[in-house]
């Protein structure tokens, strides 16, 4: 009976979804900052600037851990966008250094 229920959720890729739910918090927080801003604009233009200021602190400290495993692999602090953004990283390279091969020869 377990090995019936593990083939069904297998079947309808649930732990595909279970590792995109941290990704869809993150940006589903992310849409909250933006409307925040633009809703303080409308109400208090320096509360505004300094929330503004507070998610730019944040977003760079968050764009740093998710970059960080590109160079230094090792490195236990990541986030749910590391691998994409390491993919990404990969293909970039590999896509450049092809074509810099095929231009050499």
Known sequence: MRAFFANGINMMRVPILVEALPTMLHLSLCLF??????????????????????IMIYLTTYGGFTVMPIFLPNNPCHTPLSSLTWLGYTYIRHTLLTGVVYIAQ
Request: hydrophobic share 70%; net charge neutral.
């Open 33 to 54: 900052f933006s409307g925040l801003v633009i809703f303080l604009v409308s109400i208090n233009l320096s509360v505004s600037f300094l929330v503004l200021s507070l």
